[in-house]
């Protein structure tokens, strides 16, 4: 049995007898004005950390989102987007789907604002998205990329790029690691369907995404998430996993390469006003300015002592310099 269906079979399992601990989020539920979570779409958030993000969700977007679990992040994204079909969820397994239909009618019953309307569910598959190229103004997934292999992540994130408007958002929450792990690992395909063996670094993940086109990516949080120990899992030391939230935009690549920002802030504290780098950059007397790696590589190229330039945080939520 091939990993992908052994990850039908989990998530099978999982909509049929809600499991709390099969994921384990590392951000706190969103909770907005007006908005009632119902307990069984809280039991089946079967995420690390969230993709909803309210500064992506202006104007009524159109939203994509693979991996449907129980329609917790469904709903949440039908909150900034009251619409028929603004709200489009994909899954390859029928029980999630049906699970999620369900939990709507729930939803309905405790929100006076929410339609199941606002939703529109379709079986499909992450590698061959049933959705129109250049429709959809923010996609998302959430504990779902991890699961696949290089060369059909490749494919899935070529896909969330098809479907993207120009400039629209791919959210997405994944486990990563920074730890090689041993083939047993790698290879143990409910493991990998359990997000905990298909895990990469965070510069590979990265790296991808900008080989696909995403001309700007924004590191938003980065969390511990888990442990793979000797004692229970196939390992020989205790391998550390983290839970890392990435946008990545569909701006043009620019020429130089893409903006990644990691954190990274400059203060410049010289005798004059400002600094003026004369490529689009410019620094206030001792403000603040978030900066992507990449513009941080040439301020620390000047070899100025009145710049300073702050180690990456992996987390940034905007005001930058590109």
């Known amino acids: 049995m091939s990993y992908l269906e052994v990850t039908k079979d989990v998530y099978k399992e999982a909509?049929?007898?809600?499991?709390?601990?099969?994921?384990?989020?590392t951000t706190p539920i969103w909770q907005f004005p007006g908005l009632k979570i119902p307990t069984i779409m809280q039991e089946m958030n079967y995420g690390c950390g969230s993709t909803v993000h309210p500064r992506d969700l202006v104007n009524n977007p159109k939203i994509l989102y693979v991996g449907v679990g129980g329609g917790m992040e469904l709903l949440q994204f039908s909150y900034f987007s009251r619409q028929k079909e603004g709200v489009i969820g994909i899954d390859v397994v029928d029980e999630m789907l049906e699970a999620s239909r369900k939990n709507f009618i729930l939803a309905e019953n405790q929100n006076d604002w929410f339609k199941s309307?606002?939703?529109?569910?379709?079986?499909?598959?992450?590698?061959?998205?049933?959705?129109?190229?250049?429709?959809?103004?923010?996609?998302?997934?959430?504990?779902?990329?991890n699961i696949f292999k290089l060369e059909e992540l490749k494919k899935a994130l070529e896909e969330m790029y098809r479907v993207l408007k120009p400039h629209g958002r791919l959210v997405m929450s994944d486990p990563t690691c920074e730890q090689p792990m041993n083939e047993t690992l790698r290879e143990d395909e409910r493991l990998r369907a359990l997000c905990l063996s298909g895990s990469i670094p965070l510069a590979a993940y990265v790296n991808m995404l900008t080989e696909v086109g995403f001309g700007t990516i924004e590191i938003r949080a980065r969390r511990?998430?888990?442990?793979?120990?000797?004692?229970?899992?196939?390992t020989e030391e205790s391998i550390y996993i983290e839970s890392v939230e990435v946008c990545a935009i569909k701006d043009p690549m620019p020429e130089d390469g893409p903006c990644v920002f990691t954190g990274k802030t400059a203060i410049y504290f010289g005798d004059d006003d400002l600094f003026d780098d004369k490529k689009g950059h410019i620094l206030l007397q001792n403000q603040?300015?978030?900066?992507?790696?990449?513009?941080a590589g040439v301020f620390t190229n000047l070899n100025r002592n009145d710049i300073f330039i702050s180690e990456s945080t992996f987390h940034y939520d905007g005001g930058g310099c590109c």
């Open 224 to 234: 511990p998430y888990r442990i793979l120990d000797p004692k229970h899992y196939p």
């Open 288 to 295: 603040p300015l978030a900066i992507c790696d990449k513009t």
């Open 15 to 25: 909509a049929l007898t809600p499991d709390i601990g099969l994921c384990c989020t």
């Open 117 to 145: 309307e606002y939703v529109t569910l379709k079986k499909g598959d992450a590698l061959n998205l049933p959705v129109k190229d250049g429709s959809i103004d923010v996609a998302a997934q959430n504990c779902l990329f």
